[in-house]
């Protein structure tokens, strides 16, 4: 491929220039008076290098092959973008290049040999998932799914907390609801859980524990409620991440350190590597020696853990368990959670091997102002109640198109609308529309090929610039899983679904059947229906690395 040459070509001038490893990126330029494709680099190089980066790109300009890269030009314009024009036959070979890597387009080996441990969603199995899990899960997956397209060995893990405060106040109030259950009087501890799904499961436990709940001793009874309600939620909990499409590689619960003795021995480590001080009768870590603002406490002065002890175990247990790097999406609240956790495996001799991505807070909005679901959970909107209304797809998306760490207003209108003002819906319009093509010309979308002398008739600029922006697919996925960046697969997904709709409208036959695909002329049809399956592919690719379905028909298609 022409722009994955020019490309690695790039990278390869970069680093013999100094500037090490760069990410290379290469866009469509919004004036085609300014070429076919632009680069950035020296702008960026110049930052690095301490250099004019107009004399910089000058430089790179001058080393690039042009023939090595299908280029016909490579022009300096402005502070030092570089604008490249591709060579015609160049350009339309791209399509074939497409067509031949088919589910392998996009992909790469960036990563390989590398691996990583992305661990997501973890919620405490205290109640049901709320939309801002179900962004977490989605923007977790995505990001897998990036670093996977790019040859990570990747697993997903989700944490269980199973121990601790919170577990104790779930029994706590399920025995009250169970208890209310059967006609007692009792009441939610403080700091406890009122959701109505502890009412419907104090029904569920009545009807299979009820006897021999009712004979055990206040303790004993606790500790079965626990195990029963940690059990039952957590199997909610995998119901409605696998609805929403998000799996699992392995599961990781706080029990597990403890019953491992992980605790213990994190703590001797430390204390080995002279990280760890005794004052008030508590032991602290030395956390601001790597980079926190002060020092953490690990063991209280009563004898028992903080959570920051079994958090560094189960890290460091990430590390002996072979992975190179872990990243981790967090809730909000933990935002300043990241320093510390940091400093402690930096401690450890881990420096580099966390990465932390922060997910705020979703408000679910209708008709402008928030909505509210049921009350079954609470005062919160769950996961499930999301997706049954807007679809599987459509959730899913809308939590990818943003950043997770920006505040998320949640468009219920919008994600109801099933017109192209919906994204998900505008980028699904687009795959359909060109499955259309192969259904009306009686051809399987897979079957199409196409000569270079067909191809050389894909000369209209709507059709060079399409083509242009198909192979921009690769690069863009090698850009967002560095940055760990769903959204900027999506916006790129909407900008070629744009081109593809203006595309496909110019060549309805009743308007300008000289831009038809199904033309009359055998090459040039062949030619149209190469570019249509090409576009088929990306569409097809972009959308199952994000999760989602790439529908053959769409109502609105059909309509058409």
Not at 294 to 306: E, Q
Not at 551 to 559: A, K, N, T, W
């Amino acid at each position: 491929m022409a722009t994955e040459q020019l490309r690695a070509q790039l990278a390869a001038i970069a680093h013999e220039l100094g500037a090490g490893d760069v990410a290379v990126v290469l866009e469509t330029p919004r004036n085609p008076e300014h070429g076919d494709v632009a680069s950035n680099l020296a702008l960026v190089l110049a930052k690095r290098l301490r250099r004019n980066p107009r004399q910089l790109g000058e430089e790179i300009a001058a080393r690039i092959d042009l023939a090595a890269t299908g280029l016909e030009s490579a022009e300096i314009a402005g502070p030092g973008f570089i604008n490249f024009r591709l060579a015609g036959a160049s350009l339309q070979s791209q399509v074939t290049g497409i067509l031949a890597a088919d589910r392998g387009y996009g992909r790469s080996q960036t990563g390989a040999g590398r691996r990583v441990l992305v661990e997501f969603v973890s919620a405490n199995p205290t109640g049901p998932l709320h939309v801002a899990h179900g962004r977490g899960a989605a923007l977790g997956d995505g990001i897998a799914a990036l670093l996977e397209w790019t040859g990570h060995a990747v697993a997903r893990e989700f944490y269980v907390n199973d121990a601790g405060v919170q577990i104790d106040r779930l029994a706590e109030s399920l025995e009250a609801r169970w208890r209310q259950q059967r006609g007692e009087a009792a009441s939610i501890p403080e700091g406890g859980y009122h959701g109505d799904y502890l009412i419907d499961l104090a029904r569920v436990v009545d009807a299979d524990l009820g006897p021999e709940l009712a004979t055990l001793a206040s303790e004993a009874r606790r500790r079965t409620l626990r195990d029963y309600a940690v059990e039952r939620l957590r199997q909610e909990q995998d119901a409605d991440l696998r609805e929403f499409g998000v799996h699992f590689d392995s599961y990781f619960s706080e029990s597990e350190l403890y019953a491992a003795g992980l605790l213990t021995e994190t703590r001797q480590e430390l204390r080995t590597r002279g990280l760890t001080y005794e004052q008030e009768g508590a032991v602290w870590l030395r956390t601001a020696a790597f980079g926190d603002d002060k020092d953490r406490v690990l063991v209280k002065s009563d004898g028992t853990f903080t959570y920051f002890l079994p958090d560094i175990a189960y890290h460091r247990d990430k590390a002996r368990r072979g992975f190179d790097h872990a990243i981790n999406v967090w809730g909000a609240d933990h935002h300043g959670y990241v320093p510390r956790m940091k400093a402690a495996l930096a401690a450890l001799g881990l420096p580099d091997f966390l990465d932390v991505e922060i997910v705020q807070m979703v408000r679910i909005m209708r008709g402008g102002v928030e909505a509210k679901f049921s009350k079954r959970a609470g005062d919160f909107v769950t996961l499930r109640e999301l997706f049954e209304e807007t679809g599987r797809d459509v959730a899913r998306y809308f939590f990818l198109m943003r950043r997770g760490d920006t505040q998320m207003l949640f468009d219920l209108d919008l994600a109801l609308d099933q017109s192209e003002k919906n994204p998900v819906y505008k980028v699904q319009y687009a795959h359909a529309r060109m499955m259309s093509i192969f259904r009306k010309g009686g051809v399987g979308a897979d079957a199409v090929v196409a000569t270079a002398a067909e191809l050389a008739r894909l000369t209209h600029e709507l059709e060079r610039d399409l083509i242009k922006q198909l192979t921009l697919f690769p690069g863009v996925v090698e850009r967002a899983a560095e940055a760990r960046a769903p959204h900027v697969v999506c916006d790129y997904l909407e900008q070629t679904a744009g081109m593809v709709n203006s595309w496909y409208h110019a060549g309805n036959p009743n308007r300008n059947p000289a831009l038809a695909v199904l033309a009359q002329d055998p090459a040039t049809r062949s030619a149209r229906l190469a570019l249509a399956r090409a576009t088929r592919v990306v569409l097809r690719n972009g959308l199952e690395l994000l999760g989602l379905s790439a529908p053959e028909r769409m109502q609105r298609e059909d309509s058409e």
